[in-house]
């Protein structure tokens, strides 16, 4: 699915065709989702964070969600949920490498 190297993952706010995806707030409704995946489990706070594994944000110009592959430690079907999301959905990804 991801490289076992791969730092972090960027589903991108845009289509393999090039066009942008709606709604405008997609990536803050996705990161919603994933809120209760948190480090050392959900608080009564989790609910009105975001989880630190899928941030909205940027990605140079294109909104985007940032992932950590490490949202799989903690539940490991999030992270194949964030995929098919972006596959459903024709979002690009992009990978960030450490450079090692």
Do not use: H
Not at 25 to 51: C, H, I, K, Y
Not at 57 to 83: K, T, W
Request: hydrophobic letters at 40%.
């Amino acid at each position: 699915m991801v490289s076992n190297s791969a730092k972090e993952v960027f589903i991108q706010g845009i289509t393999s065709q090039g066009k942008t995806f709606r709604p405008s707030d997609w990536a803050e409704r996705l990161a919603g989702v994933m809120s209760s995946f948190q480090p050392g489990g959900v608080t009564p706070e989790s609910r009105s964070q975001f989880s630190p594994y899928a941030l909205p944000g940027r990605y140079g110009a294109q909104v985007c969600v940032r992932v950590d592959p490490a949202i799989s430690s903690v539940e490991p079907m999030a992270l194949s949920f964030l995929f098919n999301f972006a596959r459903d959905n024709d979002l690009q990804i992009a990978l960030s490498f450490d450079a090692t």
